[in-house]
Every structure is written in C-alpha cells, then in structure tokens.
DNA sequence: ATTAGCACTCAAAAGATTCGAGTGCTAATA
DNA sequence: TATTAGCACTCGAATCTTTTGAGTGCTAAT
C-alpha cells in the first residue's frame, strides 16, 4: 500500500505524530507527550530511543539541548510525500475541468484568492492565465472623432483588447471599412505569435503603400495585439503570516509581505510552477527548495489551473512549514471545482 | 507674518525645536539636548520650565515621568499649521493641471504609487480617479460571430468600456448599422448618469419594439455604461511602516498592512478627501483625525489630483505621527508636476 | 528672568535565580 | 533482546533584582 521510505512503520508512526502534533501546536514535541498521547502504547524511553534514530537519520530536530523535536525539512518532505500518494487519486480527477471564457475574469479571480486564504489562513496568490499562444477572434477599427480611431481586437476566450489610436488625417468610411474587411479576413483564426512582421507588412501592401496613415494604423494594431499584459497577479491573506510566530520577528515578516505586495518574486514562483509539471500540476515547496528565496522559510504550495487551449494560471498557497498539508491540498480541489462551476453558470461575475 | 497662534516666540521656537528632533529620532527629547543643540542658548533649567508651559497648554507630552518630551496630536497639528501657511504659496501653482487622458492610466498611477513610496519611505496609495460625471463620446456594437456582440463604448477622457454580449440570434447588418446610427446620434454629448432608464425605453421604441433581440441588447449596453467600476486604488511601499518602531509591533503592524491589502478601508480615505475639499485639496490627518480607525496612530496626509472634467482621484501618504511633513507635502507637489508632464507628453505609456 | 545644583523618579539594560520540560544513560524487568 | 523506570543533567524561558542614566521639578543664587 504505501510506498517503503526505508524506515520501520514504529519509526513512521512516530515522526507522523511528531509532525501532526507540531502542525497544531507549534511546539518542539516531546516524547513524553507522543507517550501519552498516541495510541501506539509506549513509554517515553521507547520514544526517545526512536526519536534518537530519527535525528540520526536526519528527518528531526532538536533546537537546543533539552528540548522536544521538531520536523527538518526532510521530515516535511516525506511527510507531504505519503500525503500525496494518499490523495493521488482524488487529485488526478480535479484537474482540467475549466472553461474556456475570460470576461471578467480579474474579478474572480481576486476572489477565489480571497477565499482561499479565509479558508485556509494562510497567504495565497492567483496569477491570471497568459494567453500567448491565444487566437484572434475578431477585429475591428472605429472612427470616435477626426483624429482618432478605436482598435477593438477579441481574442479566444473573449479576452479584449483596446487601443486609442491618434491619427494625423482622418482615414476616411470606405478606407476603414476597407481596412477591415482586410483584416478580418487575413487575421482571423490566426494565432498571436503567428502574427509577426512579415504578415504585417503583406497588409500594408494590400492595403495600398499609398497612404501613410494606414501603416501608422496597421503598426499599432500589431502592437496592440502583442502588448505582452504582465502577468496579472492577484493576492491575498498576506497578513495571515502575522498568526505563525515563527514567521514574524520584524525581518520575515517585512521581506514575506513585501514579497507579495510587489508581485515581481511571485512571477518566478509562477513560472517555476507552470514550468515544472510533476504530479499532476500541484507541487509542494518546502523550506530551501522554494524558488523565491524570500520564503525559504516557508512551505509554498502551488496549483496550475488550465482553462482550455493553454490558458495557464498558477494558484500559491504561502505558509509556515508546520502548513496543514491536508487541508491546503483539499481545498486547493475545492477551489478549482467551484471555479469550474461559477465560471459555466455566469462567466460575467 | 506667521500667524499668532497663541504662544510666545521663543515656546514656538522650543515646540518646534522638539518636534524637529522628534521627527529625526523617533527618541523623546529632553531639556538637555535642547540646550545644547539648539541657536538660542538657555540653559536646560529654562527649557525645562518653558517645557512643563508646553505641556500644560497640551503641545507635548511625557510618555512617562523622568523621560524626554514627545509632540502630542494637537502639537503636530501646530506645527503642520505653521507648514501649511509656508507652504501655501506653492501649493496653489501646484494643483489643477492633470490632462484629458486616461488611456493605461493604471499602469500610470501604479508606478506613481511606487515612486511616491520609494522618496519618502512611507505607504502610499494612489486611487484612480472616478468619471461618474462622464461624457459619452463614442459608442459601437459589433457582430463578433453569430451568438456574440462587443459593445465599446468610449468615454470622454477616453476611456474605454466593453462588454460582450450572447445573443439567441443573430442580429442582422442592417439592424447593426441602425442600431450603432441611433446609439450615436442619441446618446453622444450625454453625460452617464442622464442616461436613464426613461432614455433606454425610448431608444427601444424608436430601434423597433418587435424584436426581443434589440432590447436585450441595449439592456446590455446600458449596464454596462453604468457599471461603477469599484474604485480602484494602487498601493505601494506599505513594509514602509516597519522601518518605524513605534507602529511595529505585531497588533499595529498587521492592522496597517491589511488595510493596505484589503484596500476596502482605503477607499474611506478617498472619499473623505475629495468630499472635505480644503487647503486646496491637501489634507492632513493626525493620529484620531484620520477617518481610517487602524491609522490612529499614523499620520495620513492625502492629495487630490484632478484631470478634467471632474475626473478626481486622491494621493495618499501614510506613516508615522513623527511624519517628515515638509518633504512629504514637497513630495507630494513634485508628483503632480511629474504626473502632468509625462501625461501631456507620452498618455500611452 | 535665568541658571546652577541637587534630590528624586523610573524605564530600560544587565545580571541572577528559579523552573520545568526534555534529554541521555543506566540498570532493572519481561 | 526489547522495553521501561529512574535519575542526574541541560538549558531556554520566565521571573525577580540590581544598576544605570537620562530626565525632571524645585530651590536658591546670580
């Protein structure tokens, strides 16, 4: 059933009660306390010969002399890994359920990131999907006023983008209905990258060489159209560090929240995420291993969410490494599922 | 020249002598320090008896007996009254000159914040400013494909609204090119708000009661006219206030940063100072003043910015009562100027 | 009106003491 | 051989004590 760890199940048994208990408490457990309160009856002596052993092999710890243990990194990771097997099942079935509508997408998202971090207490983070590999849907331009043009470009997934355009001449109705013919049938169904320069300048030719305002036009539509948005990302609970003492003398705190207030560390963890997708696109960071070396001394555990043709996000839970890996994992599944669900009924909230 | 404020020249000189050095260390000053480091050379037994007058009439205060003095609120409101009236002057050149343009203004305000944050290591907050009593300028309806319509609608200070909209069937070109002639030429010039329901059941009258179709769409575009978008407000620097002790420890420190993350309480903030309109659009807020209850003991000092057409929005600097008032209402002048000029020069970037 | 002088206060820093949870080891036990 | 009881020992944290020094208010002299 379970995978062996190369360690007896008395000494598994016990370091998953020396981490349980100081997932709770936040205290360095003692054998005395695993003595009483297991059901594995054992004196403390028992314990503390086991307790030994685990040191020896590295997955506890002993802050000073003459305390109780805590779990190392190394005990984290074993821990989350038998967790993980656990729950592999239920994880494979959560995943790549979402929908393929992005209006008014920020707003939920904000909110999912919200109440993940009400359920969980811990930090969380929502970075917006990127869409690079997206399609053009549908284009247009528009006359507001003799010098300026509106650029309406629809993307998959309904993403929109605009752009003001200045121009020094009006264009003129039969050139912009031209215009746009043009470029809804030549760009249409076209993928982001796809169009590049060259295409660019095969609509200028069609479109006529002659007028200069043209190209001006056709330059900043392309531009429009590539306009790279920065990863939109959306957090929330960073105050929740502030419940984890062992997070919160002056120094962490200071570089954790600052961390999510300018975002930019969080676009690695992003990257990182969506980069790396081993089981099943949830990874668990613990300690050092996390690539924002700001939290390296907590655990981040990180989500992709996909919502069709390769719209990427990355949903972050930030915590303290005694995290309650359990229940982040869970509601991690929840939140995707209610995503899911709010996002076919009503994509407009 | 200054204005009498009720206290003799040489009290004005030792408040704001203590105020001063209470601003640069943070530490209560006593008699001694004065005395030696300070132009009007009395002895520190005759700073002390000015001293107990000060406290008497409330200027300063004791934190404990056998300490230095500390500037009470109604000390720092003094002080900052005699800055104001400095001040004054350049204040007046500084206010009113933000330019008609709201094209990727986010990014804009985002940056400002930040800057903002970064010259006067305090927390800044930057709320985007508010078009309720906006124009319309430009209003479009585009078949995107059969079951879908955008609507763009173009504002004055160009700002841009869409919305897709589903539609059971297809609406029809001819339809389209009414509809988008009698949107325009009925609701161009007109101000948001008079664009009421009165409005919207004329124009289905006139579009043609028979189609179920048209209506829905317009109930669409009128919404979406209307939608208030929740005031967005950027915030930059908010660890700032962990370089200041006295607003550290954990209770204060969580408070103040989680009003800066939820940014609910913010918005208190702004619409406080855009409704008491003094000072010319300069406010500060000392300790209880501030309308924000968890920065009762901060100092809050906030700007109002305005581009045209009633298009205002509030500047904000939060920190601690010991606040370097001069740099910051310095500060706070440069920004406008800056914002004013990167605005007129480059409104896209 | 100003100042020197002095006794007094009190928070903060430094040091001393106590307390107790927890350990490792040894010897007894099953 | 594995487990356990017992005990001396360790050491951080909490508590209490002492010292220190900046600062005060008051009084008397200038």
Redesign the interface.
């Known amino acids: 059933m379970t995978a062996d760890y190369g360690l007896s199940e008395r000494k598994l048994v016990i370091l998953q009660a020396i981490i349980k208990n100081y997932l709770e408490t936040g205290e360095p457990v003692g054998s005395r306390t695993l003595s009483k309160y297991t059901e594995l009856n054992l004196s403390s002596a028992t314990i503390r010969n086991e307790m030994a052993d685990l040191e020896d092999l590295g997955y506890i710890i002993q802050p000073h002399t003459s305390a109780g243990r805590i779990p190392s990194d190394k005990g984290y990771r074993l821990y989350v890994d038998m967790l993980m097997e656990d729950k592999e099942q239920e994880i494979i079935e959560m995943r790549d359920k979402m929908l393929e509508k992005a209006?008014k997408m920020d707003k939920m998202l904000k909110q999912a990131a919200k109440v993940l971090a009400t359920n969980t207490n811990y930090a969380t983070m929502v970075s917006a999907p990127i869409n690079s590999r997206n399609t053009l849907?549908?284009i247009?331009l528009?006359q507001?006023?003799e010098n300026?043009v509106?650029a309406?470009i629809?993307l998959g997934g309904?993403v929109?983008k605009?752009?003001?355009i200045d121009v020094g001449e009006s264009l003129g109705n039969e050139n912009l209905l031209k215009l746009n013919m043009l470029l809804n049938t030549t760009l249409n169904g076209m993928s982001v990258e796809a169009i590049n320069l060259g295409v660019i300048a095969r609509l200028k030719e069609q479109a006529g060489i002659h007028s200069e305002v043209i190209s001006q036009v056709l330059d900043a539509v392309a531009e429009t159209i590539h306009v790279e948005e920065d990863m939109e990302i959306y957090?929330?609970?960073?105050?929740n560090i502030?419940k984890y003492p062992e997070l919160?003398d002056?120094q962490s705190?200071?570089e954790i929240?600052?961390a999510?207030?300018e975002k930019q560390q969080l676009t690695e963890l992003v990257t990182e995420t969506l980069a790396s997708e081993d089981n099943h696109g949830i990874q668990v960071y613990i300690g050092d291993e996390t690539p924002v070396k700001t939290m390296k001394d907590c655990s981040v555990v990180t989500a992709t969410y996909e919502l069709g043709e390769g719209m990427k996000g990355t949903i972050g839970i930030i915590g303290p490494k005694r995290m309650d890996y359990e229940n982040v994992l869970k509601s991690l599944k929840i939140l995707q599922t209610e995503l899911d669900a709010i996002y076919k009924k009503d994509p407009d909230t």
């Open positions: 209006d849907k549908f247009q528009s507001v006023d300026q509106v309406v629809v309904n929109i605009n752009k003001m957090t929330s609970g960073a105050t502030f919160t002056k705190a200071q929240i600052h999510f207030e």
